[in-house]
Every structure is written in structure tokens, then in C-alpha cells.
């Protein structure tokens, strides 16, 4: 079991940057791959990116790429999402999750452990 907690959201404005983290339970952090999705008002989740167990290899959605960071500390059991260069339309929540998979998935449907996310707001 993994239980993830996210922090970090909040009001930025267009163009702005913004850094979200999550904080996992248990001892076998490292033995997870680990995604960021998020979930826009009256859409589907969408996958963001995700990070392999021991951090050597990332996926970003093409929307992201070049904007978004995403790393991990293991030794903090945390995972960490660096933002950049905001847009109003990624406005959303903002959730990470655990996978089994330990090179990472950007499928949803890979990732049983999920955290309560967190909210991001991109002003204009």
C-alpha cells in the first residue's frame, strides 16, 4: 500500500511558475514509478508526466514538454513537479499517483494508488 498526500497548489498567474509535490508512505517508495495527471472542470484526467523508480528516466505529455519538470528524492519518499510558463487552460487539479510499472506509465489505468490532489489555478 501507498498512501500520497500532494501540496503546493494554489493561485498563479499566466505565465507564472508554480511547484507541487507529494509525499508518499511506506518504506518501498523506490520500487514505484510515479505520474502526475490532472483533471480540468468538467473533463477527463489527463496524464502530465511520469518518472521511473529510480529517477533516470521521465515522459512529459507533449503539452508539457519544456515547461514542466518532474523529479523525485527518494531518501524523502516525495515527488515533485516543477511548473513553468503557467496557461490559463491548466487550470485544474492536480494529482499524483503510484505504479507498480517501475519505468513510469502515462496511462491511467496503470497506477493504483492515488493521491487527493491538489488545485491549481492559472489566472489571466
Known amino acids: 500500500q501507498v498512501q500520497l498526500v500532494e501540496s503546493g497548489g494554489g493561485l498563479v498567474q499566466a505565465g507564472g511558475s508554480l511547484s507541487v509535490s507529494c509525499v508518499a508512505s511506506?518504506?518501498?517508495?523506490?520500487?514505484?514509478?510515479l505520474g502526475w495527471f490532472r483533471q480540468a472542470e468538467g473533463k477527463e484526467r489527463e496524464f502530465v508526466a511520469t518518472?521511473?523508480?529510480?529517477?533516470?528516466?521521465?515522459l512529459y505529455a507533449d503539452s508539457v514538454k519544456g515547461r514542466f519538470t518532474i523529479s523525485r528524492d527518494n531518501a524523502k519518499n516525495t515527488v515533485y513537479l516543477q511548473m513553468n510558463n503557467l496557461k490559463r487552460e491548466e487550470t485544474a487539479v492536480y494529482y499524483c499517483a503510484a505504479t507498480p510499472a517501475l519505468g513510469g506509465s502515462p496511462k491511467l489505468s496503470g497506477y493504483p494508488y492515488w493521491g487527493q490532489g491538489t488545485q491549481v489555478t492559472v489566472s489571466s
Open positions: 511506506g518504506r518501498t517508495f523506490s520500487m514505484y514509478g
Open positions: 518518472i521511473s523508480a529510480n529517477g533516470a528516466s521521465t
